[in-house]
Structure formats: C-alpha cells, structure tokens
T-cell receptor, first 113, second 114 residues
C-alpha cells in the first residue's frame, strides 16, 4: 500500500521568494516519487521524478526536490518564485512492479507581485 | 506530434444519459489510463490498460466502462450518468516498460451531470 500526504491546500509567496511545497509518503516498498504541475485549464505535466539514482533531483523551470528516506519526505523547492509558477502541484508515489501511481490531493501555489 | 488528445473538452449531461469520452495518443505508448479529478481529492484512477487488449479496474471504477480500441485509443463510457460523476476527466499514457516511466496527460474533459 502507498499514499501521499500534501498538507494544506494553498501556499502563497511573493515573487522572488523561496517556494517550498511539502510532500510526505508512505510505501511498503522502496518508492519512486514524482512531482507534477497543472497550469489552469490544462493537463498535468511532469516536473521531476526520483528513481533511486540521486536523492537530490532537479527538474524543469528551476524546481528541485530532495528524497529523505528517514523523514519519508520529498519536498519541492525553488529558490525564487516567478509569476508563471502559479499552478497546482501534485506529489505522487509508486512502488514495485504492477504498482499504480497514487496522487496526493494537490496544493495550489499563488505568487504575489 | 499532438501527444494525448481528448474529446470532447466540455459536456453537460442529464442524469441517466450515456456518453463516451474519447482519448488517443500518438507516442506509441503501451499503457493508457483514465483519471478523475475532484476538488481537494487529487487524481483518482478509474481504469487503466497496461497494453493493447487488456483493461483493469483502478480505485474508482463503479459506473464506468472502458474499451482499448487499439494501441492508440482508449475510451471511457458512462452508461447512466449520475451527478456524482460530475468531474474533470483526464486520460494519460506511458511507455510503461518500467514503473518509473512518465505519464503524459491530455487536456481533460469537464463533465457536468445535472
């Protein structure tokens, strides 16, 4: 069994400020972890994924995430927010063979001018 | 290269009506998925097709049926729509030779059942 927890439903930051979106997971097998982004009225697209190679994963648009097994976390960060980062962000987990992708509830990021 | 396409983009149904949501991908992917997205609930898997000729239930299959018509196309059918099926429906595809393969999503269908 696997699950993802994204606490809170909305984060608001100022343009240029640090973005931190939290994700904690539960998995009975070594997990693979993903962050997807959904811009308004669009489908989801992959930001980055952890596939057990490197614990610090860099993605598109300046985002990165660090896998911390001891904390069962995979938080998403970006040093400096841009207005174009305003979107909904989903953390997702999958496990071994035949395991399906399980999504968190998502968190909406707003960026203030 | 259009990726994953879905039709229609919007649909309004009355309770009890039926409809089919269409999905096609041009990436030669083996696996295809149908999700529904509801506010505060993330995405939930309805059905998936690991390869051409196979389909399996996901987390919330009740009230839906699917058909993997060929490698490109995967349709979702609501036989008798209910207000609880008001949602945004996303189709996705992946190569799925490995569990870490990226899923690629279509733009979604917004369905309202009155």
């Amino acid at each position: 069994a696997q699950s993802v927890t994204q606490l809170g439903s909305h984060v608001s930051v100022s343009e240029g400020a640090l973005v931190l979106l939290r994700c904690n997971y539960s998995s009975s097998v070594p997990p693979y972890l993903f962050w997807y982004v959904q811009y308004p009225n669009q489908g989801l697209q992959l930001l980055l994924k952890y596939t057990s190679a490197a614990t610090l994963v860099k993605g598109i648009n300046g985002f990165e995430a660090e896998f911390k097994k001891s904390e069962t976390s995979f938080h998403l960060t970006k040093p400096s927010a841009h207005m174009s980062d305003a979107a909904e962000y989903f953390c997702a987990v999958t496990g071994g063979a035949n395991s399906k992708l399980t999504f968190g509830k998502g968190i909406t990021l707003s960026v203030r001018p | 290269n259009a990726g994953v396409t879905q039709t229609p983009k919007f649909q309004v149904l009355k309770t009890g009506q039926s409809m089919t949501l269409q999905c096609a991908q041009d990436m030669n992917h083996n696996s295809m998925y149908w999700y529904r997205q509801d506010p505060g609930m993330g995405l939930r898997l309805i059905y998936y097709s690991a390869s051409e000729g196979t389909t399996d239930k996901g987390e919330v299959p009740n009230g839906y049926n699917v058909s993997r018509l060929n490698k490109r196309e995967f349709s979702l059918r609501l036989e008798s729509a209910a207000p609880s099926q008001t949602s945004v429906y996303f189709c996705a595809s992946s190569d799925s030779r490995h569990v870490t393969d990226t899923q690629y999503f279509g733009p979604g269908t917004r369905l309202t059942v009155l």
